[in-house]
Nanobody
Framework: QVQLVESGGGVVQAGGSLTLSCAASGSIFGINGMGWYRQAPGKQRELVAS???????HYEDSVLGRFTISRDNALNTLYLQINSLRPEDTGVYYCNSVPARNWGQGTQVTVSS
């Protein structure tokens, strides 16, 4: 069973930055696409950034130019660097394979105006 543990969230002012990390218990990055999903209050969970199994990044339009997804295969860790945070970025961020399987607890990001 692959375990995914997200960390790095917090409360930050608009315009600030955060780096989220996702530690996986198994070596999954070499055989699966991986992504960061966000569930904003009152909205369904959506994929905001992903890496294909070949390492090609894709981003949802609202985060283009502000979010950077990366991975360290040796450490089985997925990262999301978030810059220029906006209040609408608020939500619980989850990492998972693409397509998603079982969910972890996520990490809360709250952006104040």
């Amino acid at each position: 069973q692959v375990q995914l543990v997200e960390s790095g969230g917090g409360v930050v002012q608009a315009g600030g930055s955060l780096t989220l990390s996702c530690a996986a218990s198994g070596s999954i990055f070499g055989i699966n696409g991986m992504g960061w999903y966000r569930q904003a209050p009152g909205k369904q969970r959506e994929l905001v950034a992903s890496l294909t199994m070949y390492g090609i990044p894709h981003y949802e339009d609202s985060v283009l130019g502000r979010f950077t997804i990366s991975r360290d295969n040796a450490l089985n860790t997925l990262y999301l660097q978030i810059n220029s945070l906006r209040p609408e970025d608020t939500g619980v961020y989850y990492c998972n394979s693409v397509p998603a399987r079982n969910w972890g607890q996520g990490t809360q990001v709250t952006v104040s105006s």
